[in-house]
């Protein structure tokens, strides 16, 4: 069982950065590939990036593509999600999310952090 919890988020300008992280925890975190998702108000959770155990591969939303930037760090078990020129329209509850090789896709699910940028 793999346990997930996000930090990281919170107020910034329209503009401006923000690193996410997702710490996880019981388990092999090479053996997972992780991923982040995002779910504004009164829409649905939609897929944001995901990387590969390895680091060696990512993938992004065409929504974010070249504004953030998905990457993880094996040694210290974590994920994280660098943010860049944000706009309003990133405004959502931010999710990790992780699957281990051969298992169910994004099985494990953290609790979420806010991030809300101000125009």
């Known amino acids: 069982q793999v346990q997930l919890v996000e930090s990281g988020g919170g107020l910034v300008q329209a503009g401006g950065s923000l690193r996410l992280s997702c710490a996880a925890s019981?388990?092999?975190?090479?053996?997972?590939?992780m991923g982040w998702f995002r779910q504004a108000p009164g829409k649905e959770r939609e897929f944001v990036a995901r990387?590969?155990?390895?680091?060696?591969?990512?993938f992004y939303a065409d929504s974010v593509k070249g504004r953030f930037t998905i990457s993880r760090d094996n040694a210290k078990d974590t994920v994280y999600l660098q943010m860049n020129s944000l706009t309003p329209g990133d405004t959502a509850v931010y999710y990790c999310?992780?699957?281990?090789?051969?298992?169910?896709?994004?099985?494990?699910w953290g609790q979420g952090t806010q991030v809300t940028v101000s125009s």
């Open positions: 999310a992780a699957d281990a090789i051969g298992g169910t896709l994004y099985e494990y």
């Open positions: 990387i590969v155990g390895t680091g060696s591969r990512s």
């Open positions: 019981g388990g092999t975190f090479s053996n997972y590939a």
